[in-house]
């Protein structure tokens, strides 16, 4: 997968900006910080895996406008994917388009990066230089679970899982600890379980009562079973008294039917005879009636056939409908053609007036003028006014230098007269120097004898005040004699700075003369630079004249090629020497124009012929049809022979339609009466069939007949009403015991028995009454032992500690078992991939320490990192230097990603991650880079526009 375009609507600093990252070599994007190259990285990742909505409102642009953008991807499975994310679309949801323009939404995006997330992606497929920097962090045996991780989630997170389910483990339970939760609750569990051993050996009496207990439950529930039976009992026997009317009639009515014959009749007999005589009636009319119609039809038909030809009328009636709209068609198309040649020749005069040059229409069609004619005259006109245009600026320019190189003359000349020799230049210096070396001479002189003068003077103040101070004429005197001496000292100091004063008043310079030489300096070094400038800006002057002198060659060139080119026209087109370049266009148009009204004006003459032949031989069948009709053809009048025909065809056609529908009316009736014929005979058939099945010959008996069966049924639906209604009031097991289907229950034994019942109901009742009073006293001796404070606090805090405990192992247990899965998965993954990463990441570090290390592995005992050198020896990575160990990172991170590329293949990012590389390491990185950007596309961004320098042939895309 590719990034072949990037737009940008809006993103943090960027607004409105495109990349073009088609170009298969490795993509450089150079700029300083700040540039926004990673924004630009920011908006890449956005783009593909979004972000949440206090991210985005950080990247909307401070202007204003849409925030998001779009990237065009190059797949194997889809071609090109265009991207589009926006905030303010569906909370940023990302669109995709494929080439088909079919729109996926973001879950499509999801299948397409095979679910990778950005985590996943910034681990495996980016890397920058904070990612290195965080390697000195992590000791062999944590560098290698930490890159393993990677390669399992994208991230060091099964790393801290791990960790982290220890942890909860050790905090639960340890075989020989005694602060882990598990451990404690295991103390407090076995404290709780003896005190209730205590309590248990109290609970013989609560255990008898318990068995006592059993035994009047069981004799209730017995007593209940009982009651239950007498009521059921005591039911049934009201209903078989409720019922015993119906029983009575039952046998009764049943008694009456056994005695009596049983009938033949047809089933709905008198319905389906009502039916069948409902129907023969309407039938037996109708046939009359239809026989009256097909008579009366049949001596219409035959007066309607006399005079009716029908050959002829299909002949003239083809003339009318085929032969007349032509006709009239041919008419108009002519007099149209006619006003149209008209309008055209006029147009054709108009035009070829209007060209205004020597050209006959008729001279037109010898001219060809294919389709670049106007091309190469519009190319010819474009190409004078750019020569024009260019002469113009030319001459301008021309007429710019030289006022140039006058001002620069003038000026020099100018400059030439004020400046002064560089002897007397020469002169000014060596005086200012010579004061300013006088001047500093007497200065320092002064400036020694000042401090002397000081000096001395305030010593003899001080040696004058200790003598006033001290005792003794002795040391007074002696004080004396030093503030003397250092009074003459200082007094000499004096003198000296006086006479040097006086001496350097006459050879001191003027403080004018000083300040004259100054001016006259800087006024030579700023003339001496101007002169200089003047030269330069002359020298310049002169190669721009040499240029233009060369586009004036250029330019002569072109026009003399742009002559030869309108003369070859002139050439073709004769007529061209009577217009200018600029209207040659126009003309081509106006020619163009003219040549297709004259095809036209062919075209209307050819169909103007045409339409006159079709009127002559439409007139001809008109002809011949009326002689054979031997009527009167007036070929000067069409109008009304044609209307003569119409009127005629329309009689014809009149006649053969009242014919064709008497035919069908008269088919229509013989159909009706077949019809009724069928019918009638049908029921008459199923008249004698009832007849016939009832064993009767006429409708009297047959009614007679019908209404014994009746009755006969009436009474079998009784019994069966009769019998439902038992079945329904009584059960199988009633109907059986109390034999109501052979036999009346007599009604005293049934009161007899209901009585015996509700006796027995009583008793039972009674009973019950006494069992629960026992029983309620027997639960009050248990409940008053099972809500002992003591005992019940006790077993209550036991079950909670022991569903605590329970807990608590059920999570230790989660824990292990989610630690093994890890492990598990973990030892996959190594026997898996593992190998790939190592093999690959041994060659990448070959390469980029040039050969000084031959293999990477990770020892199977404790999962350290070790690396060999070319000399044989072993290194951990906390070893290595800090640029070798970049080295070792870049290595893995760079074959973890192409190990992951054999299924997904996406861009490599790589923001500013060699800083801490030297110039040789650099230079192997970046042909490592250049190696891997033929198989997946590398982006690098970088401050350092030297890279360019050092890849073969990069992209490089500058940031302002």
């Known amino acids: 997968m590719k990034i072949l375009h990037l737009s940008i609507f809006g993103f943090g600093k960027w607004k409105e900006h495109a990349l073009d990252l088609n170009d298969p070599s490795p993509h450089l994007i150079v700029g300083e910080n700040e540039a926004g190259k990673s924004t630009l990285y920011e908006f890449i990742l956005f783009i593909l895996f979004g972000l949440p909505p206090k991210q985005r409102v950080s990247f909307i642009p401070k202007t204003g406008g849409s925030m998001g953008g779009r990237l065009v991807l190059l797949t194997e499975d889809y071609g090109r994917v265009t991207i589009e994310r926006t905030h303010e679309h569906e909370s940023g949801k990302a669109v995709c388009r494929l080439e088909t323009g079919e729109e996926k939404d973001e879950s499509w995006l999801r299948n397409l990066l095979d679910g990778m997330d950005r985590r996943v992606f910034e681990s495996t497929y980016s890397f920058n230089a904070d990612d290195l920097m965080e390697l000195k962090n992590l000791s062999g045996h944590e560098l290698g679970e930490a890159l393993l991780n990677i390669g399992l989630t994208g991230s060091d997170q099964i790393f801290q899982t791990e960790k982290w389910l220890q942890k909860q483990m050790d905090e639960r339970f340890k075989p020989k600890g005694k602060k882990p939760l598990i451990n404690e609750q295991l103390r407090v569990v076995e404290e709780l379980q003896q005190k209730k051993k205590i309590l248990d050996e109290e609970e013989e009496d609560y255990l008898r009562l318990q068995k006592a207990k059993d035994t009047l439950n069981e004799r209730i529930r017995t007593l209940e079973e ?231 003077g305030v010593l003899a103040i001080l040696a004058l005040a200790i003598g006033g101070l001290l005792e003794g004429m002795i040391l007074f005197l002696l004080c004396l004699v030093v503030a003397a001496g250092l009074g003459l000292y200082s007094f000499s100091c004096h003198r000296k700075i006086v006479e040097a004063s006086e001496e350097s008043l006459p050879t001191s310079i003027p403080a004018e003369e000083m300040e004259q030489a100054r001016w006259q300096l800087q006024k030579y070094d700023a003339q001496k630079n101007e002169y200089h400038l003047l030269r330069e800006q002359w020298k310049q002057l002169n190669q721009e004249e040499i240029r233009l002198q060369e586009k004036t060659h250029h330019l002569q060139q072109r026009k003399i090629r742009l002559e030869g080119t309108l003369d070859e026209q002139r050439n073709l087109y004769p007529f061209l020497e009577y217009l200018h370049v600029e209207h040659w266009e126009k003309l081509y148009h106006l020619l163009t124009q003219l040549k297709e009204k004259k095809r036209t004006h062919k075209r209307l003459l050819q169909e103007k012929e045409e339409q006159l032949s079709k009127i002559n031989r439409i007139k001809k069948d008109l002809g011949a049809f009326y002689r054979g009709k031997k009527w009167e053809f007036y070929e000067e009048n069409m109008e009304q022979q044609w209307q003569h025909l119409k009127e005629w065809v329309q009689e014809q056609n009149q006649r053969r339609q009242k014919i064709n529908q008497a035919e069908q009316q008269l088919e229509s009736l013989h159909k009706r009466s077949k019809e009724i014929s069928v019918k009638l005979s049908t029921y008459l058939e199923q008249q004698f069939e009832l007849f016939e099945e009832a064993g009767v010959e006429d409708e009297a008996d047959f009614y007679s007949k019908a209404k014994k069966k009746e009755k006969q049924e009436k009474q079998q639906n009784q019994l069966q009403d009769l019998e439902r209604q038992l079945q329904r009031m009584l059960s199988e097991k009633e109907q059986k015991d109390y034999l109501v289907w052979t036999h009346v229950p007599e009604e005293s034994e049934l009161s007899a028995r209901l009585e015996r019942m509700k006796s027995e109901k009583q008793k039972i009742e009674e009973e019950q009454k006494k069992a629960q009073q026992t029983m309620a006293d027997n639960q009050s001796a248990i409940r008053q032992l099972e809500y002992s404070d003591e005992r019940s606090s006790i077993t209550h805090k036991l079950h909670r500690e022991k569903v605590e405990l329970q807990k608590q192992s059920e999570e230790w247990a989660a824990y292990q078992l989610a630690l093994k899965a890890l492990e598990k998965t973990k030892r996959a993954y190594k026997e898996k991939y593992l190998p790939q990463i190592l093999r690959k990441a041994t060659d990448y570090f070959h390469k980029l320490t040039d050969g000084n290390y031959v293999d990477v592995k990770i020892s199977p005992d404790d999962d350290h990192i070790k690396v060999m050198s070319k000399q044989g020896f072993t290194y951990f990575p906390m070893e290595l230097s800090r640029g070798t160990k970049d080295q070792l990172y870049v290595s893995f991170r760079l074959a973890l990603g192409e190990t992951m590329a054999d299924d997904l293949s996406l861009p490599f990012l790589v923001d500013d991650a060699f800083v801490h590389f030297d110039q040789k390491r650099l230079n192997l990185m970046i042909e490592l880079l250049e190696q891997l950007s033929k198989k997946h596309q590398v982006i690098l961004f970088t401050w350092r526009e030297d890279l360019k320098e050092v890849f073969q042939s990069p992209h490089v895309l500058r940031l302002s």
């Open 226 to 456: 009982e009651w239950q039976e007498t009521i059921n009992q005591i039911y049934i026997t009201e209903q078989i008294l409720k019922v015993r009317g119906i029983i009575v009639d039952y046998h009764l009515i049943k008694a009456e039917v056994e005695n009596q014959h049983t009938l033949s009749f047809p089933e709905a007999g008198v319905e389906r005879y009502q039916q069948v005589k409902e129907v023969l009636l309407p039938l037996q009319s109708e046939q009359k009636l239809l026989k009256t119609n097909i008579e009366e039809l049949q001596v219409s038909i035959q007066s309607w056939k006399d005079g009716y030809d029908p050959s002829q009328e299909e002949e003239g009636g083809k003339l009318v409908e085929t032969g007349y709209p032509k006709y009239e068609h041919a008419v108009y198309e002519y007099e149209r053609l006619l006003q149209q040649i008209s309008r055209l020749d006029e147009q054709l005069e108009e035009d070829r007036s209007h060209i205004d040059v020597p050209l006959d229409t008729d001279e037109i069609e010898e001219y060809p003028l294919p389709f670049y004619t106007e091309e190469t005259w519009r190319a010819l006109k474009k190409e004078k006014e750019e020569v024009e245009r260019e002469e113009a600026f030319i001459k301008e320019q021309s007429v710019d230098i030289g006022r140039e190189f006058q001002k620069i003359e003038k000026r020099k000349h100018s400059i030439e007269d004020e400046r002064i020799s560089e002897e007397t230049a020469k002169e000014y210096e060596e005086k200012l120097q010579r004061s300013y070396q006088m001047a500093a001479t007497s200065d320092q002189s002064k400036t020694g004898l000042r401090n002397g003068r000081l000096l001395g």
